[in-house]
């Protein structure tokens, strides 16, 4: 058994920041790609960022700039820096990876809800 548990979301005043981590837990022989999707009501969810094993990134363009994503292989664990927080960043936000049992399965959160106001 294997969870995702997203943690940091909230309600942000356009400009704030906010701080996301997600912890793997279980039984867990390595994680590959970890990363953050969102979701904003009536639309797909998109790619936010992601982060290989080896630490190389990548954002999609609506976030770079003011989105940092980084890990902590230690500690199963992924988290997003955000600033300069736009209402337009307002969604429901997913962790995902891609973890070894050895076989290897995608993994979701539950998600956590950032809200940024105008």
């Known amino acids: 058994q294997v969870q995702l548990v997203e943690s940091g979301g909230g309600l942000v005043q356009a400009g704030g920041s906010l701080r996301l981590s997600c912890a793997a837990s279980g039984s867990i022989f390595s994680i590959k790609p970890m990363g953050w999707y969102r979701q904003a009501p009536g639309k797909q969810r998109e790619l936010v960022a992601i982060i290989t094993s080896g630490g190389r990134t990548n954002y999609a363009d609506s976030v770079k700039g003011r989105f940092t994503i980084s890990r902590d292989n230690g500690k199963n664990t992924v988290y997003l820096q955000m600033n300069s927080l736009k209402p337009e960043d307002t969604g429901t936000y997913y962790c995902?990876?891609?973890?070894?049992?050895?076989?290897?399965?995608?993994?979701w959160g539950q998600g956590t809800q950032v809200t940024v106001s105008s």
């Open positions: 995902n990876a891609v973890i070894s049992r050895p076989r290897e399965n995608d993994y």
